[in-house]
C-alpha cells in the first residue's frame, strides 16, 4: 500500500503563484524517481517523462501508486506545456482512483491554464471534498477562477482561507490588497 504525501511541486505558467501538488509513491524505482520529479525539478526534460512512462508500462504498481504516478507525469507535462496530455493523466488517475484528490486538484490548474474557470472552480471544489492534502492550494485555484468569472465575493473568501491555511505564502495576502471591503 502507498504511503501518500503531496507537495508543491512547480508553479503554473499562467499564475506563477498557484503550484501543483506531486504525489509521493513506494513503488518502483521509476514512479519513485517521476514523483521526485514532479516533487523536486523545475526544469523538467524528457527523460523525467520517460522515468514516469517506464513506471506504468513495466507495471506492478498498486491501484494507488498508479493513480500517482499519473498524478506526476501530468505535472511533468504542464511543466513542459503539454496540458492536454496532463489533463489526460489527470483523468486517468480519477477514473484509476477516484478519492484521489490531487488529480482533481492538478486538473483544476489546468483548466485555470486552458482558461476554463467555471469547470477548474468545480474541481478544486472536489479536491477539498476529497481532502486534499494541500486545501490552501484548492482555496486559491479556486478563488482565481471566481475572480476570473467575476464573483470577487466568493475569490475574496477563497484567497483569504488559502492565506489562513498558508500565512506565509505571500501569493494569497497579496491578491487580498486588491479588494475593498465595504459593509
Not at 511541486?9 to 519513485?32: H, I, K, N, Y
Not at 486534499?132 to 483569504?160: K, N, Q, S
Amino acid at each position: 500500500m502507498a504511503i501518500m504525501r503531496y507537495v508543491i511541486a512547480a508553479a503554473l505558467a499562467a499564475s506563477p503563484a498557484f503550484a501543483q501538488a506531486g504525489v509521493r509513491t513506494l513503488g518502483s524505482s521509476d514512479a519513485r524517481g517521476c514523483y521526485l520529479a514532479a516533487e523536486l525539478r523545475r526544469n523538467v526534460d524528457m527523460r523525467d517523462l520517460v522515468r514516469c512512462d517506464d513506471a506504468l508500462r513495466v507495471g506492478g504498481l498498486d491501484i494507488r501508486d498508479t493513480a500517482a504516478t499519473h498524478v506526476n507525469r501530468g505535472i511533468l507535462r504542464m511543466r513542459l506545456g503539454h496540458i492536454d496530455a496532463a489533463i489526460a493523466d489527470f483523468d486517468a488517475a480519477s477514473a484509476i482512483d477516484p478519492g484521489q484528490p490531487e488529480a482533481y486538484l492538478n486538473k483544476g490548474a489546468a483548466l485555470i491554464v486552458r482558461q476554463q474557470p467555471g469547470e477548474a472552480a468545480r474541481l478544486f471544489t472536489v479536491a477539498l471534498e476529497r481532502n486534499t492534502m494541500r486545501p490552501e492550494l484548492a482555496h486559491y485555484g479556486r478563488a482565481v477562477a471566481h475572480e476570473t468569472l467575476g464573483d470577487a465575493r466568493a475569490a475574496y473568501a477563497d484567497y483569504r482561507r488559502a492565506s489562513e491555511l498558508a500565512p506565509r505564502w505571500r501569493e494569497p495576502r497579496a491578491d487580498l490588497t486588491r479588494f475593498r471591503v465595504t459593509r
